[in-house]
């Protein structure tokens, strides 16, 4: 079964700064998607950042951007110029290509400091 | 607006008490689900409809139903509640397709005394 492990609990960053939160995953597959999906404090899931696995190229929107490493099942995500607005739960997930089922990581709470 | 909506948003309950959550889209997606979210566990998938009568069991879900009559609904039903199922509950829908992106609803906070 596919699992998906997120190791920072918690990150602080300073605003304005750079910070990457960490996700790495477990799959035979290698047709799959990894998605890393923002929960503010109003509990809205909000989709951040999408990797398809076939594509080499790390995806990237505005100031987020991801480190994807097949070989390794590492994911990781780059925020560039934190701003407070940044502040929330971050969550990793995968789906396979045959399934749409959403894997998910337990969630790294990213705090932003002014 | 796209979107998908659920309701209540937060309810307190008593243990026995049957209760229905619901869930609506209005993107005409065929995929329809619900997860729980809890403390350090992420989300959770319950159950799944990949199109109006056909729902299938996700990772957790004993204790739940769902029934999938209309596309656009898709209720969580709870027919004996226990302490155990206090969590924050998400609907969320798509398009079946390799373009994938899951619209979530804003979660309906439940807790069962």
């Known amino acids: 079964a596919q699992t998906v492990t997120q190791s920072q609990p918690e990150m602080s960053v300073q605003e304005a700064e750079t910070v990457t939160l960490s996700c790495t995953y477990d799959?035979?597959?290698?047709?799959?998607?990894l998605f890393w999906y923002k929960q503010p404090p109003s509990r809205q899931m909000i989709l951040v950042i999408r990797?398809?696995?076939?594509k080499q190229q790390n995806a990237t929107e505005n100031r987020f951007s991801v480190n994807f490493q097949k070989a390794a099942k590492s994911f990781s995500l780059k925020i560039s110029d934190s701003q407070l607005g940044d502040a929330a739960m971050y969550f990793c997930a995968y789906r396979s290509d045959s399934n749409y089922q959403l894997i998910w990581g337990a969630g790294t709470k990213l705090i932003i400091k002014p | 607006e796209a979107q998908v909506t659920q309701n209540p948003r937060y309810l307190i309950t008593v243990t026995g008490k049957k209760l229905t959550v619901t869930c609506s889209q209005n993107m005409n997606h065929e995929y329809m689900s619900w997860y729980r979210q809890d403390p350090g566990l992420g989300l959770r998938q319950i159950y799944y409809s990949m199109n109006v009568e056909v729902t299938d069991k996700g990772d957790v879900p004993e204790g739940y139903k769902v029934s999938r009559k209309e596309k656009r609904n898709f209720p969580l039903i709870l027919e004996s509640p226990s302490p155990n199922q206090t969590s924050l509950y998400f609907c969320a829908s798509s398009w079946t397709g390799l373009t994938f992106e899951q619209y979530f609803g804003p979660g309906t906070r439940l807790t069962v005394t």
């Open positions: 990797q398809e696995a076939y």
């Open positions: 799959t035979s597959e290698s047709d799959y998607y």
